[in-house]
């Protein structure tokens, strides 16, 4: 009756090996290793770079352990800290701009293993130093931001269909037409109407004046909230791309916020300039006159020519820009690639408001047949994005970019267009910076904590259970072992909450181990024979072990669901803790006792510790 | 070796009326502590700046304090914590300044008093943060609470469930009244061991009122009153051993643990020592008020069954086991 089927012993000595194969990465500790990544995301990983940054190590004679490309980028692993940074400085002047080399660590664990998926829990912030930012998105301003621009957009509108009114004002997010004459808003309202289709319109009077009232509908608004914070998280991968840091974390948080997690970064002060930068982007015109050759070279070299200036476009030719501007970033509203309904070709449809419109049609009027260079300068640096052809005048505001190569191109071109500045200002509303040396005292509390309260707990757990003791140990050896393999299979956060539930998790499974011996003493208590209190009593503990489990389940997975951060990290391992201890302590102890006595013929006691007899 | 030989049940229940009383007693304390003092709520909550600095020599708390105040922060409190070399600052928030221009300044003064100052650890809250992470917490403990009861009630029946509930709100309050009497900082990791105690002591009266149900099974002649004792007073050794167990493990945490976890494992401690008294001997004399009987847990498909194959009663009434 105590033997468990073959198929069961060897399911539980599968999960054993399982757990044993996806804890180890964990105790090959890490070393410094740099890694090489795309300066900006929109640019699509080149698999040759592998290749490159070989070779650059060859030529200066670095010595690496290990090298190889992920989704991300290049990581190399390297001896020591001097190598790292010598490695870092040499690839980024080998590789110029176009990368980020940052200095990062990786685990020592074997290629076998990594191949296996295998790889250490990820530590978070309060564990390996670094800084988290929760930064909340102005959406007020955003909403503001778009109404502001009907304003201009209604003037023009009404102009051109000689419509007379007396003024158009914002009222917090709606805009008010004013008319003198009830038939001019009529008028009004069907040209409105027809041209913004996602506004709600409204009549009513005040005094003698008939008002015209506009607002953004509900799934309107929406949509400008989306957009400020998807280009908002845009602009800051950008900008952390420059701040060369290893694995940084850029998240949306509910519907106005974005988490930023740097590791490993110190100087906050710093980080906090990058983020809260403004980039600002420039429409120029391309000085055609003086664009021959000759001049070209002279101007690279840092002779331009009066008036104007030189820049690199993306691919790196040299062009001559006029100084002055002819509109800047602020006039785009929007920007995405579309495909042009007569060629076919691949373009990028931009959206100017009416200003920029009115700007933009003078200027394409007077310039049809030259260039227009699109720039984007941040931190000093200026770089040409495009410098599309003039065909035609352009009225309206909505301005099509042809002569993109494929969708690929329109759409990191948009991206660009977009991702200059931020369609809304942030405010950093929590700030959590944890200390290198902070993050690894945190590590040694944690597992100090573990270990003692363990050591006691087994030590304790011998001295009254025996045998029976030294089987609950080893199954709650086995939990740890279990729950340490998910969360590094799982990639989960670790915290140091995170640690403190796993320590919790321990002694809370133990629970399940001495409900167990209990009523398998009792089962003897009451005369039962050995093989049949063993029985009993892990079928009878079975009911109140789930039963129990459950609710610490429900107030683990409440704290899942309410808990940000550091409690989420919490919640997690408590959850996970307490499934992996179901499986230990049942399945797994189970099958070590079964062993130690279900294939002896004859028991006359077990070793379970005295058992006063009725 | 074996901790508990005990020969005749245990009357608990004939002490109920004491053991909830002392209970009401120290529930009503709680209450009061926390009506008169309040909590003393961290930064999670309130909002505003803790930084954690470490000096190389044993800190100047007086400097630290000037440059502090520098830059116009009257109601800072700075304090050693742990070691001599150690010291925590506290800020609130300051209207028009956001958080992290806050930390920044602090900084900045710090290092300009003493450039061998290292920060170890810096979290600053903005208002608004930290009025939603207040919300959000109380959200959880509800949802704690009624996914409790509502599991209880499927799984038993109300006046477990409710029973249940009682005694381990019962628990959190007096938790809570610990911290608001010791003034102890009362912030998330708090709450998360708060709402990880409740679930953990459920398990507790889960595993008496399991005991309880099954008597009623087995001791058919039982009354209520004798039932409730025998359950009790069978799981003793399992309670007292499982309560040591994670106590131990709670222990190194507190001594190991460091400040972040201190009141985390404090928090864990009380809950834990009330939670044995609590989940026992105040759920179940409320469960038997509220009127348990072995026809409401166990209904009357059950005695069909029984009579049908008769070898259920083959248990012995208890009193046959202690003779």
């Known amino acids: ?614 | 070796m074996e901790l508990f030989r005990i020969k005749k049940d245990i009357p608990f229940m004939s002490y109920g009326r004491l053991t909830t009383t002392i209970s009401l007693i120290t529930f009503i304390l709680a209450v009061i502590f926390l009506s008169t003092r309040g909590l003393n709520f961290g930064v999670d909550f309130t909002g505003g700046t803790v930084m954690e600095v470490n000096y190389p020599q044993a800190a100047n708390l007086e400097k630290v304090r000037k440059a502090v105040d520098s830059i116009g922060l009257k109601e800072a409190t700075v304090q050693n914590f742990g070691s001599s070399h150690d010291v925590l600052i506290r800020l609130p928030v300051k209207p028009g300044l956001s958080v992290s221009q806050l930390s920044e300044q602090v900084k900045t003064a710090l290092i300009a008093s003493d450039a061998t100052v290292e920060v170890r650890r810096v979290e600053s809250v903005g208002a608004q943060v930290g009025d939603e992470l207040y919300a959000n917490g109380s959200l959880a403990l509800f949802f704690v609470c009624i996914g409790i009861v509502l599991y209880l009630w499927l799984r038993f029946e109300w006046r477990f469930a409710v029973a249940a509930i009682i005694a381990n709100m019962h628990d959190v309050v007096i938790i809570l009244g610990f911290f608001a009497f010791f003034q102890w900082e009362f912030n998330l990791t708090v709450l998360a061991a708060i709402l990880a105690v409740l679930g953990y002591s459920v398990n507790e009266s889960v595993v008496v009122f399991d005991r309880v149900r099954e008597n009623f099974r087995k001791m058919r002649k039982a009354t209520v009153v004798h039932v409730i004792d025998n359950a009790i007073t069978r799981t003793m050794s399992r309670t007292v051993i499982t309560h040591m167990m994670t106590q131990t493990m709670v222990g190194s945490m507190l001594l190991f643990g460091g400040e972040v976890l201190h009141n985390f494992a404090l928090a864990l401690t009380i809950g834990i020592l009330f939670g044995i008294y609590s989940s026992v001997l105040v759920a179940c004399p409320i469960a038997m008020w509220l009127g348990v009987s072995r026809a409401n847990l166990i209904g009357d498909t059950e005695k069909k069954e029984s009579k049908k194959d008769g070898t259920v009663i083959a248990e012995p009434h208890p009193s046959e086991f202690t003779s």
């Open chain 1, 1 to 614: 009756m105590n033997r468990y089927p073959m198929w069961k012993n060897i399911f539980v000595a599968i999960m054993i090996l399982i757990g044993l194969i996806y804890t180890i990465p964990n105790f090959y500790g890490e070393s410094p290793a740099v890694q090489v990544t795309p300066a900006k995301s929109s640019t699509k990983l080149d698999p040759a770079l592998l290749g490159q940054v070989e070779a650059i190590f060859k030529k200066e004679n670095i010595q690496y352990d290990g090298i190889y490309l992920d989704a991300r980028g290049v990581k190399a692993r390297l001896a020591n800290t001097d190598t790292q940074i010598r490695a870092k400085d040499v690839l980024q002047a080998a590789l110029g701009n176009d990368y980020t080399v940052a200095l990062n660590l990786l685990s020592r664990s074997p290629n076998w293993l990594r191949s296996m998926g295998a790889k250490p829990m990820y530590l978070g912030l309060d564990l390996r130093g670094g800084v988290h930012f929760l930064l909340q998105v102005d959406m007020k301003a955003a909403l503001d931001k778009a109404a502001e621009r009907f304003v201009g957009d209604f003037r023009i509108a009404l102009r051109k269909e000689h419509i007379s009114y007396t003024g158009v004002t914002r009222e917090g997010q709606t805009v008010q037409i004013r008319f003198a004459d009830a038939t001019d808003l009529d008028k009004a309202r069907s040209v409105i109407s027809k041209e913004y289709p996602d506004l709600m319109l409204k009549e009513t009077t005040s005094g003698e004046d008939k008002l015209l009232l506009a607002s953004l509908s509900v799934v309107e608004q929406k949509r400008i909230q989306d957009f400020a914070l998807k280009q908002n998280i845009q602009t800051l991968h950008n900008r952390i791309n420059e701040l060369g840091v290893a694995e940084p974390i850029i998240q949306q948080q509910g519907t106005d916020r974005v988490v930023v997690q740097l590791p490993g970064v110190q100087d906050t002060a710093k980080a906090k300039e990058i983020l809260g930068r403004t980039a600002t982007l420039e429409i120029r015109l391309v000085d055609e006159e003086k664009s021959d050759l000759a001049t070209l070279e002279k101007a690279d070299k840092g002779q331009a020519p009066l008036g104007d200036e030189v820049y690199k476009t993306r691919d790196g030719r040299a062009i001559l820009v006029k100084k002055n501007v002819v509109l800047t970033g602020d006039y785009i509203t929007d920007a995405g690639p579309g495909v042009n309904s007569q060629s076919g070709q691949s373009v990028v449809n931009v959206t100017l408001d009416a200003r920029g419109a009115r700007v933009f049609q003078q200027v394409t009027r007077e310039n049809v047949g030259k260039r227009m260079a699109i720039l984007l300068i941040e931190k000093g640096n200026t770089e040409v994005i495009t410098a599309p052809v003039i065909n035609e005048e352009i009225g309206g505001g909505r301005v099509q970019i042809s002569g993109m190569a494929n969708t690929q191109e329109a759409t990191d071109i948009s991206l660009l267009l977009r991702a200059g500045a931020l369609a809304a200002p942030m405010e950093i509303v929590e700030e959590r910076t944890v200390g290198p040396s902070m993050g690894q005292d945190n590590i040694n509390r944690g597992i100090h904590s573990t270990l003692w309260g363990f050591a006691a707990i087994a030590v304790m757990m011998m001295i009254y259970y025996m045998a029976f003791g030294v089987v609950s140990v080893a199954a709650l050896a086995i939990n740890l072992l279990l729950l340490v393999a998910i969360l590094s299979m799982l990639q989960a956060t670790l915290t140091l909450p995170g640690l403190a539930a796993i320590a919790l998790a321990l002694g809370m499974a133990i629970d399940a181990n001495v409900l167990i011996n209990e009523r398998v003493r009792e089962e003897l208590r009451n005369g039962n024979t050995p093989q049949a209190s063993i029985h009993a009593g892990y079928d009878r503990a079975f009911d109140t072990i789930l039963d129990s489990n459950v609710t610490t389940l429900i107030a683990g997975l409440a704290l899942f669901m309410f808990g940000t951060g550091p409690i989420k990290g919490f919640a997690v391992v408590h959850v996970l803790g307490i499934l992996t201890s179901m499986f230990s302590a049942v399945l797994v102890s189970r099958a070590f006792v079964n062993l130690i006595y279900g294939y002896r013929r004859k028991i006359s006691k077990l070793s379970i510790g005295q058992i006063f007899k009725a």
